[in-house]
């Protein structure tokens, strides 16, 4: 089942802060966050597993809430570069398929 | 260290055609996973591969088929097309990676192929 982002869109101003949710059904092995600027790949940003954050990204952390199985993706100081539409993916054991959320489009103006 | 490929970059195919769209894995990665993306939706998983065999797939028709090779390049293979088709095919190359809390798979993407069907 597709997890849940919140919210569906955000506009910032140049460093200002976000934080961008993502919400599962169901238990997860590890939640992975990619950002995508338009007609371009999507960019692995960090991965989380049980008990904690694996890998970060210059100034963008990320936290995840087994019990609720819930993440959260934490833009500080956000910059131009930051603009682009993030999606969360959830893998529910090691290996298993990526399930993408729907997006949630973050546009940081001057 | 070359990152993923995939061709083309952009294919028009009418409705009841076959497509085949391509993917190079990056070096020393050993799984391809295959998305559908639609426009403004998140990546939709159609399959995966590890080590030339299938290891996992989505809710996609047995018109989706694929094929990994030797060197883990792979292939996505779709008969019959559909309108609703029409959408950017992504890769992702991956390989485990052992760390502090467990392993993983980082996930790197292809730039896609833009796949319109008429």
């Known amino acids: 089942q597709q997890p849940v982002q919140s919210p569906q869109a955000v506009i910032l101003r140049e460093g200002e802060d976000a934080v961008i949710n993502c919400s599962s059904s169901?238990?997860?092995?590890?939640v992975h966050w990619y950002r995508q600027k338009h007609g371009e790949a999507p960019v692995f940003l960090m991965i989380l597993l049980k008990g904690g954050e694996q890998k970060g990204h210059e100034k963008i952390s990320a936290s995840f809430n087994e019990k609720k199985q819930q993440s959260s993706l934490y833009l500080t100081a956000s910059q131009l570069s930051y603009s682009g539409t993030y999606f969360c993916?959830?893998?529910?054991?090691?290996?298993?398929?990526?399930?993408f959320g729907q997006g949630t489009e973050l546009s940081v103006k001057p | 260290e070359t990152g993923v490929t995939q061709s083309p970059t952009h294919l028009i195919k009418t409705r009841g055609q076959q497509v085949t769209l391509r993917c190079s894995s990056q070096s020393g990665h050993n799984t391809v996973s295959w998305y559908q993306q639609a426009l403004g939706q998140g990546p939709q998983f159609i399959f995966q591969y590890y080590r030339e065999e299938e290891n996992g797939r989505g809710n996609f028709p047995p018109r989706f088929s694929g094929l990994q090779f030797p060197n883990y390049s792979s292939e996505l293979n779709v008969n019959a097309l559909e309108l609703d088709d029409s959408a950017l095919y992504l890769c992702?190359?991956?390989?485990?990676?052992?760390?502090?809390?467990?392993?993983?798979?980082?996930?790197?993407f292809g730039p896609g192929t833009r796949l319109t069907v008429l």
């Open positions: 992702a190359s991956s390989s485990p990676i052992a760390g502090p809390l467990g392993s993983y798979n980082e996930q790197f």
């Open positions: 993916g959830t893998e529910e054991y090691r290996g298993g398929k990526l399930i």
């Open positions: 169901k238990a997860l092995y590890s």
